[in-house]
């Protein structure tokens, strides 16, 4: 990931909400003067506006439809360059904003999100936006407010392939989110977000057993070894610190963490972001390890001058150590010290071709 930063200041983006706001904003604008606006203003939650361009718009048959292409500046977000439409029609007299999806724009069908089941997938923080901007242009346009607004996104249940929404039982589409209306580039939210709303998920499915896995390998290891459904299954990756937070002030009664070697070893020394921009391995301290559990000194040595822990691990093999073992249950002391208690910690190393070569814990 880190190669694909631009050597420059990032530039930030903006949220699908952002984006489905400024789109339903103009299309009830025509509604009610019969024209579109050239551009839209935003005000965001936490302070500040943006203007956004349009780059569709459509008035008939007692509807307006307007479109906004998805800017996410400099951050890898899946959605940058989609266009976000928003469909607004008149409602019926003291109904308020109603929300519907369109296409590409996904239904929860699963409890455990912030969006009730049968609901479109727009979070709590882009319908706030979205019933401000109508309130704000009735109140200029003498319009009454009551309005139906779906939000499409085309193509978005082809993107959604590339999320974790199906998991999260978000079906046909997209979600619409953003609790600050703008995209810190490379700040990973999207991704901590999913995790958050996994363990939702999970823990309104009744599911007493979660596993948290670094990559794709480690996940389907874990899987078969305990059995689990996709549901149980929330896609850790590079962020600890992010999913043992969240599970400590949302338990469950069993968490299985799995990984392979380096990563846990990461976790293990205390790091809890995981990635190779912020935590290394400490070699000197693997090797001191090795020396706990009785390795020869020319092994000792190899170790500390070793440039990977795939290499220590080949070492501890080859001298009969266990140190994956021992480095599981670092990583379960590490772990269980974050969560603060309530849950019982299980760690699992599996190696590229999901062997399991260490384990501690339940």
């Not at 008149?90 to 089941?117: D, K, M």
Request: proline fraction near 5%.
């Amino acid at each position: 990931m880190d190669s694909d930063i631009p050597d420059r200041p990032l530039r930030k983006g903006w949220t699908t909400g952002t984006c489905a706001t400024a789109a339903a904003a103009a299309a009830y604008e025509a509604l009610l003067t019969g024209r579109f606006p050239k551009a839209v203003r935003v005000t965001l939650p936490r302070g500040g506006e943006t203007v956004q361009a349009l780059s569709r718009t459509e008035l008939a048959d007692g509807a307006a439809t307007a479109g906004v292409i998805k800017d996410a500046g400099d951050d890898p977000d899946v959605s940058h360059g989609a266009v976000v439409l928003a469909t607004v029609r008149i409602g019926p007299p003291r109904s308020g904003v109603s929300f519907h999806a369109g296409e590409g724009v996904g239904t929860v069908t699963l409890p455990g999100l912030q969006v009730p089941v049968g609901e479109p997938a727009i979070n709590p923080g882009p319908r706030e936006m979205i019933r401000t901007a109508i309130a704000e242009v009735a109140e200029r346009f003498d319009g009454g407010g009551d309005v139906s607004v779906t939000i499409a996104i085309p193509g978005g249940a082809a993107l959604a392939e590339k999320t974790l929404n199906a998991r999260l039982g978000i079906e046909g589409g997209l979600s619409i989110l953003g609790t600050t209306g703008v995209v810190q580039p490379y700040s990973c939210a999207s991704w901590i977000h999913s995790i958050h709303r996994g363990i939702d998920v999970a823990r309104a499915a009744g599911l007493d057993h979660l596993a948290a896995a670094t990559g794709s390998t480690s996940e389907a290891a874990v899987k078969a070894l305990h059995g689990f459904s996709d549901q149980a299954l929330i896609d850790m990756g590079d962020f600890a610190g992010g999913t043992l937070k969240y599970v400590r002030t949302h338990p469950v009664a069993r968490l299985t963490i799995a990984g392979g070697f380096a990563k846990i070893a990461k976790l293990a020394q205390g790091a809890l972001y995981l990635h190779s921009s912020k935590s290394q391995v400490d070699m000197g301290a693997l090797a001191n390890l090795l020396g706990s559990l009785g390795a020869p000194p020319d092994t000792i040595a190899q170790a500390e001058t070793a440039t990977s822990a795939a290499q220590v691990f080949a070492l501890a093999n080859e001298a009969g150590c266990p140190l994956a073992d021992l480095i599981a249950r670092r990583a379960r002391e590490v772990a269980m010290a974050t969560l603060a208690g309530g849950t019982a910690v299980e760690v699992v190393i599996f190696d590229r071709q999901g062997k399991l070569i260490g384990r501690a814990g339940d």
